[in-house]
């Protein structure tokens, strides 16, 4: 295994934009530069616009309880599980997306990828306010909004390793915040103006308020690296490396799990007689112990590895699943609540940054990241809709109702920490001094 060198020089693309120029006359020229590694105002600005990007993406996902318990309550004729699809779709598309933005960015289109991301994700919030119908809503919110978020959520995962070395999983952790901080804002946020303008307006407003913050980042990110060469789309040839092929299963099906409480969180709450202002009080909560949970684990992982921190979070983050089941109180549910989302703050961050570290050759890190944010898109699919039919709706009892959800997403995370100790032997053995 080769890490990235600390004092390489890479081709970085760059695009010197004129005021007012037209689009034929804006002229793409390669220069060389000296990229200085884990630190420098350009590394730390790409930081922080990658953290907007994330909090405009992965914070939409963290918070989308709040949309899942406003469409129950709008469309009851509808079930919890098909209900879920809105969001699944967005999760889908937000690690689908991801092969095409890395074929494009491996190219220096950083700008192209950036606006294009940017219009879909506030177009799509647009037309989810003008959405009266289930059909509209899982076109907008879930298939629009779900391009835009995929192609801004793999630029902000795909740009920091091309800055960082020593510091790679201490940067992604910071930039990991921003989905956090969006998950304790946007509910707070939403639930005043669900009350004051209504939900189309409190759609608007937070589709102008992610406008604003992503502009931020299509002023301040600067392409990485050319490609060295021409390579498709897709290569299959890749997943011939053991390690990593099993890694991006283990991925799959730790997406298929851990996002189960960000969807229903708030509709169990409801269930369990909770007041509804609480319910996304709760959400708040939920994503606030995210956020102090993303450094311990990245600042482990850069002295360990990331394969060696996310192996004991995903078994953790399990074993929390299937507890979910005796939860019945307020005190209960944030307490659970906080834990988890603690206990899973690394597990956003460290697959794209771990992939880094099993990707030999930096060429093909793009590609390798783009095709396990495909493969990875699949359990993201599936998991939420599955764990709505594991709700048994026609039990009585609210913990005997939702325990078929909380034991599936527990089920998955066991198969992801298996797979993830598989990929981490085959890649190193038993020594646990190499860092992966």
């Not at 952790?173 to 005043?192: C, H, K, N, W």
């Not at 360990?304 to 078994?315: A, E, H, M, R």
């Not at 460290?350 to 099993?358: E, F, G, Q």
Request: glycine letters at 8%; charged letters at 10%.
């Amino acid at each position: 295994m080769q890490d990235f060198d600390q004092k390489e020089n890479v081709l970085a693309c760059s695009i010197d934009v004129t005021a007012g120029a037209s689009q034929d006359s804006i002229p793409t020229v390669q220069k060389e530069h000296t990229v200085r590694q884990d630190g420098g105002t350009r590394a730390w600005l790409q930081v922080l616009g990658c953290w907007l990007l994330f909090m405009n993406t992965w914070g939409l996902t963290n918070s989308f309880s709040i949309f899942e318990t406003y469409y129950n309550q709008k469309f009851q004729h509808i079930s919890h599980s098909n209900i879920s699809w809105i969001g699944s779709m967005q999760l889908f598309l937000t690690l689908f997306v991801g092969v095409f933005a890395g074929w494009l960015l491996d190219r220096c289109h950083l700008r192209i990828v950036l606006v294009a991301g940017i219009a879909f994700e506030v177009a799509g919030m647009m037309m989810t306010s003008l959405c009266t119908a289930y059909w509209q809503l899982l076109l907008a919110q879930g298939i629009c909004v779900g391009i835009g978020s995929g192609t801004l959520a793999f630029t902000s995962a795909a740009i920091i390793p091309f800055h960082f070395t020593e510091r790679r999983m201490l940067a992604a952790g910071v930039v990991s915040t921003g989905s956090s901080i969006a998950g304790v804002v946007y509910p707070l946020m939403m639930r005043e103006l669900f009350d004051e303008v209504g939900f189309a307006w409190a759609v608007r407003i937070l589709a102008f308020v992610m406008l604003g913050g992503l502009s931020v980042s299509l002023a301040i990110l600067r392409p990485h690296a050319g490609a060295k060469k021409e390579r498709a789309l897709l290569q299959s040839d890749l997943l011939r490396d053991p390690p990593y092929t099993i890694f991006i299963a283990s991925y799959a099906f730790m997406v298929a799990g851990v996002y189960v409480p960000y969807f229903f969180i708030q509709s169990y709450a409801l269930d369990l007689s909770i007041d509804e202002s609480m319910t996304f009080n709760v959400v708040a909560i939920m994503n606030a112990a995210t956020f102090f949970g993303r450094f311990p684990y990245n600042y482990l992982a850069d002295i360990y590895g990331g394969i060696t921190v996310l192996v004991p979070c995903c078994f953790a983050t399990s074993i929390i699943l299937f507890s979910w089941r005796f939860v019945h109180t307020l005190g209960g549910l944030i307490v659970i609540s906080a834990t988890f989302c603690f206990v899973t703050g690394g597990l956003v961050s460290l697959p794209a940054v771990t992939i880094a570290n099993l990707t030999q050759d930096k060429s093909e890190y793009g590609t390798r990241m783009g095709m396990g944010y495909t493969i990875a898109a699949i359990g993201a699919l599936l998991g939420n809709p599955i764990a709505g039919l594991a709700r048994n709706s026609a039990s009585v009892d609210v913990l005997e109702r939702w325990q078929g959800a909380w034991f599936f997403a527990g089920g998955v995370l066991l198969v992801a920490t298996a797979l993830m100790m598989w990929a981490r032997v085959l890649r190193a053995g038993v020594d646990m001094s190499v860092k992966i």
